[in-house]
């Protein structure tokens, strides 16, 4: 497979994992362009899962930076690139965003590998075997993590979220 391909395939992925961990557009935007420079550097034939080799590139960019700006506590997430209509929105929309709104809260409230997981088996849907491949973690410690997210998750939202 050839970078242009990978690219096109994997760059919103990347970006919005990316995206979530840092809550920052602009830096979102350079760790991604980061991530995609390590594996344009890669030898593409020494790399058995480019989509996983891409990921944990992304993932270590991200806690890279945290520890070089020595900022142990993960930041809020941002609503800067969510846009506010001053115009009449229908009333679904506006219960829609503010479940989406307290969905966020929340996330941030998780512990940062809870909220990883989170990310990685609910909102982008990657299987277990994907997320452990990523995280270099052992299956049982991601059910166990994704179960103790879901459950945080449900006690900060007051009501039962599915598994």
């Avoid at 900022?71 to 001053?86: A, D, G, M, R």
């Avoid at 115009?87 to 996330?107: C, G, M, N, Q, S």
């Avoid at 990685?120 to 059910?143: D, F, H, N, P």
């Amino acid at each position: 497979m050839d970078f242009d391909t990978v690219y096109e395939e994997q760059f919103q992925p990347i970006y919005q994992y990316i995206r979530y961990m840092v809550s920052n557009a602009e830096l979102a935007e350079d760790l991604t362009q980061e991530a995609f420079l390590r594996l344009y550097k890669t030898d593409l034939s020494k790399v058995s899962n480019i989509s996983t080799y891409i990921r944990q590139a992304a993932r270590n960019l991200v806690y890279d930076h945290y520890r070089r700006k020595a900022i142990i506590k993960w930041l809020p997430f941002t609503k800067s690139h969510e846009q506010h209509e001053l115009t009449y929105v229908p009333h679904e929309w506006i219960v829609r965003e503010e479940r989406r709104k307290a969905f966020y809260e929340a996330l941030h409230k998780l512990k940062p590998i809870q909220r990883e997981v989170i990310i990685y088996r609910k909102i982008e849907e990657l299987s277990i075997q994907e997320t452990c491949a990523i995280m270099g973690l052992s299956t049982m410690k991601v059910v166990n993590t994704q179960r103790s997210a879901m459950k945080a998750l449900e006690k900060i939202l007051g009501g039962v979220m599915n598994e």
